[in-house]
């Protein structure tokens, strides 16, 4: 379906009433194939659209929206207790869980209630109590977006890092992803680490898969506002890694400061711990606000312009940088 000049209200978390050009929807493959084939050579401004649940629009788009609609959960193969589940681009991604949750499929229930749809999965590599979708995803299906041929990406050629991956580096709006593998398992390993995750989880008497999903689902309801009652995107800003001598003068200052060793060598530290010190949680400049449950989560009240949250997140970047002289990197993409 084409449709011009359309409102993005539905389409974007942040609830902005901004305007595109022009969005176009495909629900099945071989439409969005032969859109792609049609429009090759003409130069013109291509943006795809998932959830909406990561972007920021400061104002109306003079472009195309692509919104990838492939709908379907399909069990693609079982060996042992292997098993490979796919899902379409446009299945949202919370029902994917339920649905392998309730199979009594493992290795998707840590990342349960992120919205957003499947296609931006990969793209973003969505992560939550101590889970990253690539840790389970097999191939990703794409079509390049300027001449229609498929190709499917191998994880290791997804590029895969903390919230990242080559559709948002070198490929960025190079490719529309249709479908999405993943590699689960009916004896799944669980990640049960994070946080209070485990005590909550004793508490509910046992460890089972549905149990997980549920404590999970709680624990993202208490501290994260719900995009249909408060416009947010999630986390506004990644969660930085600094060299071990930064953080030793943060802890010297600040013993309980939340610190956590990275792979990388590194000490990442927790964004919303560095704003809730620059005083910002639960503060509010007419519709503008942060969540004042999780520090690290910009919110719209009502009202609020793309414009007015942006300033509002440069004001708390810059407030922290000359607080702690860290730079807080967006996870939010800014149109
Ligand atoms: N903290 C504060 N003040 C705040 C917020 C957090 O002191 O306002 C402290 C907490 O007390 C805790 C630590 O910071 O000690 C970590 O907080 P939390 O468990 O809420 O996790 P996070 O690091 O702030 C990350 C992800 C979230 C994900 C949660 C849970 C990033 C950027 N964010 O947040 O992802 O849900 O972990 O796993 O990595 C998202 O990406 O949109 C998102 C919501």
């Known amino acids: 379906m084409i449709y011009e000049n359309v409102s993005l ?3 974007n978390t942040f609830g902005l009433n901004v305007k595109a050009d022009r969005l176009v929807t495909f629900k099945h493959e071989e439409n969005a194939i032969h859109f792609f084939e049609q429009n090759k050579g003409i130069d013109q401004k291509l943006m795809v659209l998932g959830g909406g649940s990561n972007l920021l629009f400061t104002g109306d788009y003079h472009g195309t929206l692509i ?3 492939m709908e379907g959960i399909t069990l693609e193969g079982k060996t042992g207790n292997d098993v490979i589940v796919s899902a379409g681009a446009g299945v949202i991604w919370d ?3 339920e649905s392998t949750v309730n199979k009594g499929i493992g290795g998707l229930e840590n990342l349960s209630y992120i ?3 499947v296609g931006a999965v990969p ?14 995803i097999g191939k990703v299906r794409a079509i390049n977006v300027t001449d229609g041929t498929v190709r499917e990406f ?8 903390y919230r990242d991956s080559i559709f948002k580096g070198e490929l960025k709006g190079k ?8 590699r689960l398992s009916t004896k799944p390993k669980l990640s049960l680490e994070y946080g209070s995750l485990k005590d909550e989880l004793n508490k509910m008497g046992s460890t089972s898969l549905g149990n997980v999903r549920k404590t999970v689902i709680n624990s993202r309801i208490a501290k994260l506002p719900d995009p249909q009652l408060i416009g947010n995107a999630g986390s506004f800003f990644k969660n930085p890694v600094v060299t071990p001598s ?5 802890k010297s200052n600040y013993p309980r400061a939340p610190l956590f060793s990275d792979p990388s060598g590194g000490i990442k530290i927790a964004a919303g711990w560095l704003i809730e010190q620059c005083g910002w949680k639960g503060k509010r400049f007419g519709d503008a606000g942060v969540h004042d449950k999780q520090a690290l989560v910009i919110v719209n009240y009502g009202n609020a312009t793309g414009l007015e949250l942006f300033e509002l997140s440069e004001k708390i970047r810059i407030s922290v940088a000359e607080k702690f002289g860290i730079t807080l990197e967006r996870e939010v993409e800014v149109i």
């Not at 590599?125 to 690539?134: K, L, T, V």
């Not at 191998?154 to 890092?161: I, L, V």
């Not at 930064?246 to 943060?250: D, F, G, N, R, S």
């Open 9 to 11: 209200k539905k389409y």
């Open 67 to 69: 919104r990838p609609e």
């Open 95 to 97: 029902k994917l869980v």
């Open 115 to 117: 919205p957003g749809l």
């Open 123 to 136: 793209v973003q590599n969505i992560g939550a109590y101590g889970a990253e979708a690539s840790k389970t």
């Open 154 to 161: 191998t994880p290791e050629e997804c590029k895969f890092g």
């Open 175 to 182: 490719y529309l992803i249709t479908r999405v593998y993943f």
């Open 246 to 250: 930064v953080a030793e003068k943060i």
